[in-house]
């Protein structure tokens, strides 16, 4: 969901370049499209070699790999077409960048509403300055955004600050998944909203 449609004109560009690169794509500089699929082909290579991949990772060869795509459409198009589209291209663009500027300036919303966990969870966090909060089970980039809200992090118990974790401290946990996260014995939720809940020891 994240490279279609551009991933066939892609694909097609690397194949095109094998076959025509001894003669090149008419007045397309061999060079720059080499160095493109050389730039592209290098990095999913070396992601490839990782574990973890997510979209954003893909950012590195995005625009090599347009710059391919738009090689091979700009080959496989015949010409007739192709001079009325180079006629038609400052029309379009006009077209795009107005209704995008009236877009953004529209009162619609695209995305999702923010989950109302974090903001529940950092509001508590402000408001008990005193109390200790650590992490159960959270993820790095949602402890940054717990930072960012309330000026401070979830601590890690086992580390140089909390080896363990206080009698009085508070635990965050979130959902990421379908299921909801099993609280260790003796804890009880003191708030939960949306994907986020806080948990403290019992007596």
Request: glycine share 12%.
């Amino acid at each position: 969901e994240y490279h279609w449609p551009w991933l066939v004109a892609a694909v097609g560009g690397l194949v095109g370049w094998v076959i025509h690169f001894p003669r090149g794509f008419g007045r397309i500089d061999r060079r720059g499209l080499a160095m493109g699929v050389v730039w592209s082909v290098c990095w999913l290579t070396l992601l490839s070699v990782f574990p973890d991949k997510r979209p954003r990772y893909g950012l590195m060869f995005y625009p090599t790999l347009a710059i391919v795509s738009a090689v091979w459409l700009f080959d496989v198009v015949p010409g007739g077409v192709r001079r009325g589209l180079v006629r038609a291209a400052p029309v379009v663009v006009g077209c795009v960048v107005v209704g995008a500027v009236a877009f953004a300036l529209a009162p619609v919303r695209v995305n999702r509403p923010a989950d109302p966990g974090f903001g529940a969870v950092s509001s508590w966090m402000r408001e008990h300055p005193e109390r200790v909060v650590m992490a159960g089970s959270i993820e790095s980039n949602d402890n940054g955004r717990l930072y960012l809200l309330a000026g401070r992090w979830a601590q890690r118990e086992g580390g140089e600050a909390f080896p363990e974790a206080p009698d009085d401290a508070a635990w965050v946990w979130v959902d990421y998944g379908a299921d909801k996260v099993e609280l260790p014995e003796g804890h009880s939720v003191v708030l939960e909203s949306g994907v986020a809940r806080l948990s403290e020891r019992g007596d």
